[in-house]
Nanobody, 111 residues
Framework: QVQLVESGGGLVQAGGSLRLSCAAS????????TAWYRQAPGKQRELLAR???????YYTDAAKGRFTIFGDNDKKMVYLQMNSLKPEDTAVYYC?????WGQGIQVTVSS
C-alpha cells in the first residue's frame, strides 16, 4: 500500500511561488497517475493536475499556465510548482495516487 506525505506549504504573498513535495512509500508507485488536489474552506476538493508517464500532465483551468506537476520515479517524489499565486489559491493541498491520499498541507496566499 502506498503512503503519501506532503511538504512545502506555508504562507506566501500574492504573486509569489511555492513548490509542494509529495514523498511516496510502497512498492507500487509511478509518477504517471499521481495527482494534486486542493480543498478550500466550504468548497469541494478539486483536481488541479495529474501526471502522465511521458513527463507531462493534465491540468484543470485552476492550474493551467501557473502550476506544473513533475516528479522522480527513482526517488518516489512528485512535486507541484506553483507560480503567480493568488489569494484564491488558499486551500489545503493533497497528493493522490490511486486510492492513497496524503494528509494535506496548508497553503495560504496573502493579498
Amino acid at each position: 500500500q502506498v503512503q503519501l506525505v506532503e511538504s512545502g506549504g506555508g504562507l506566501v504573498q500574492a504573486g509569489g511561488s511555492l513548490r509542494l513535495s509529495c514523498a511516496a512509500s510502497g512498492s507500487i508507485f509511478t509518477i504517471g497517475g499521481t495527482a494534486w488536489y486542493r480543498q478550500a474552506p466550504g468548497k469541494q476538493r478539486e483536481l488541479l493536475a495529474r501526471a502522465n508517464n511521458s513527463g507531462g500532465g493534465y491540468y484543470t483551468d485552476a492550474a493551467k499556465g501557473r502550476f506544473t506537476i513533475f516528479g522522480d520515479n527513482d526517488k518516489k517524489m512528485v512535486y507541484l510548482q506553483m507560480n503567480s499565486l493568488k489569494p484564491e489559491d488558499t486551500a489545503v493541498y493533497y497528493c493522490n495516487f490511486d486510492t492513497a491520499w496524503g494528509q494535506g498541507i496548508q497553503v495560504t496566499v496573502s493579498s
